[in-house]
């Protein structure tokens, strides 16, 4: 615990030194904890706000406007749209990169006419083991900070000072933006977004923790915890899950065993 202690008070102090800020909020587990850290040290001085964008879940939008009523920080919501961006619609490997690059140029822009110095945003220690072309992008602007990383707070310690701290976001499985269920490739499309967004909010009444479908064309690819599968591959239950999702537009629907895993569309991509 003291490893942890002497990374908040890093934190802390990095939170001072940086003034007035804004976080970029999407409700996750990191971006929450970062919230409060900055409300704890800033008081009104932080603020959070959440890019609305077609690649964000309602759920995610509503679970990001509780939770900034929770800790009492002030939030408010910039439209921003990716789609906009024909580098991002073509999907290619680098799609988190144009992303990153439309939406922190929105808020950039934004918290400067506001008079704050800074956005931060919610990365942690353990991200620099995945494949995030994000952070290139993140990397390119003057006035984004990510403070978690910057101090070593790994997923596992922001959950447990969260958990500590109180907050309902200790436990709350990682997102990800829906363009990431969209294989590579495949044209990222408004429609497309809310089919999977549909289908992954049908799974809810079924099983729990983290879901995932994932988008091959007329494939639907479920991703589900090991422990889940068995719930869904119940006769009456998973013949409901396969009308509704060709209700919606898919042709095939499949359960992948190998389970849930984080960024498993990167396995198709060379080494």
């Given at each position: 615990?003291?490893?942890?202690?002497?990374?908040?008070?890093k934190?802390?102090?990095?939170l001072?030194?940086?003034?007035?800020?804004?976080?970029?909020?999407?409700?996750?587990?990191d971006?929450?904890?970062?919230a409060?850290?900055?409300?704890?040290?800033?008081?009104?001085?932080?603020?959070?706000?959440?890019?609305?964008?077609?690649?964000?879940?309602?759920?995610?939008?509503?679970?990001?406007?509780?939770f900034?009523?929770s800790?009492?920080i002030?939030?408010?919501?910039?439209?921003?749209?990716?789609?906009?961006s024909?580098?991002?619609?073509?999907?290619?490997?680098?799609?988190?990169?144009?992303?990153?690059?439309?939406?922190?140029?929105?808020?950039?822009?934004w918290?400067?006419?506001q008079g704050?110095?800074?956005?931060?945003?919610?990365?942690?220690?353990?991200?620099?083991?995945?494949?995030?072309?994000?952070?290139?992008?993140?990397?390119e602007?003057?006035?984004?900070?990510?403070?978690?990383?910057?101090?070593?707070?790994?997923?596992?310690?922001?959950?447990?000072?969260?958990?500590?701290?109180?907050?309902?976001?200790w436990?709350?499985?990682?997102?990800?933006?829906?363009?990431?269920?969209?294989?590579?490739?495949?044209?990222?499309?408004?429609?497309?977004?809310?089919?999977v967004?549909q289908?992954?909010?049908?799974?809810?009444?079924?099983?729990s923790?983290q879901?995932?479908?994932?988008?091959?064309?007329?494939?639907?690819?479920?991703?589900?915890?090991?422990?889940?599968?068995?719930?869904?591959?119940?006769?009456?239950?998973?013949?409901?899950?396969?009308?509704?999702?060709?209700?919606?537009?898919?042709?095939?629907?499949?359960?992948?065993?190998?389970?849930y895993?984080?960024?498993?569309m990167?396995?198709?991509?060379?080494?």
């Amino acid at each position: 615990m003291e490893e942890i202690d002497n990374k908040l008070a890093k934190l802390n102090r990095v939170l001072v030194d940086l003034g007035k800020v804004a976080v970029a909020f999407s409700g996750g587990a990191d971006s929450s904890f970062l919230a409060a850290a900055a409300k704890k040290v800033l008081g009104d001085n932080a603020v959070t706000v959440t890019a609305l964008s077609e690649t964000l879940p309602e759920g995610e939008r509503q679970s990001a406007i509780e939770f900034a009523k929770s800790i009492h920080i002030k939030h408010t919501e910039i439209l921003i749209s990716e789609l906009k961006s024909q580098e991002f619609i073509a999907n290619t490997s680098k799609r988190c990169y144009f992303c990153k690059r439309e939406r922190f140029s929105v808020l950039e822009n934004w918290a400067l006419s506001q008079g704050l110095s800074w956005v931060l945003e919610g990365s942690n220690a353990d991200d620099v083991d995945d494949y995030r072309p994000g952070m290139e992008a993140l990397s390119e602007f003057t006035k984004v900070r990510s403070p978690l990383l910057e101090v070593g707070l790994t997923k596992a310690e922001i959950r447990a000072v969260s958990k500590e701290w109180g907050l309902s976001s200790w436990d709350k499985p990682s997102g990800a933006c829906l363009s990431s269920r969209i294989s590579y490739g495949v044209k990222i499309t408004p429609e497309r977004l809310k089919q999977v967004e549909q289908a992954e909010t049908y799974l809810k009444q079924y099983c729990s923790g983290q879901i995932r479908v994932r988008y091959h064309k007329n494939l639907a690819r479920i991703e589900v915890s090991s422990e889940q599968i068995g719930k869904l591959v119940e006769p009456g239950v998973a013949k409901k899950i396969t009308e509704y999702f060709k209700g919606i537009g898919f042709v095939f629907v499949t359960i992948d065993l190998a389970g849930y895993r984080m960024g498993s569309m990167n396995e198709t991509l060379p080494n």
